[in-house]
């Protein structure tokens, strides 16, 4: 599956905003708008995605206290 994708489902599954996602993943906000908008991300960028995702969907909470901090 395409990161897009794979962010995509993310966002709706756990009913994040695409810019927390952003914040969270690259402290860029827009970081998921541009990639709607035909913006690519190299390879480093979707490993942080996608370790993002797995952590989140392990311990939620956690991730969501210590990125509020």
Do not use: C
Not at 14 to 27: D, I, L, N, Y
Not at 45 to 59: G, K
């Amino acid at each position: 599956m395409h990161i897009n994708r794979k962010i995509e489902r993310f966002l709706r599954l756990h009913a994040m905003a695409a810019t927390t996602f952003g914040r969270h993943v690259a402290r860029d906000p827009r970081l998921v708008l541009d990639m709607r908008n035909g913006r690519s991300l190299r390879p480093k960028m979707v490993a942080q995605a996608e370790a993002f995702m797995a952590a989140y969907a392990r311990h939620p909470a956690e991730i969501d206290a210590r990125h509020a901090a």
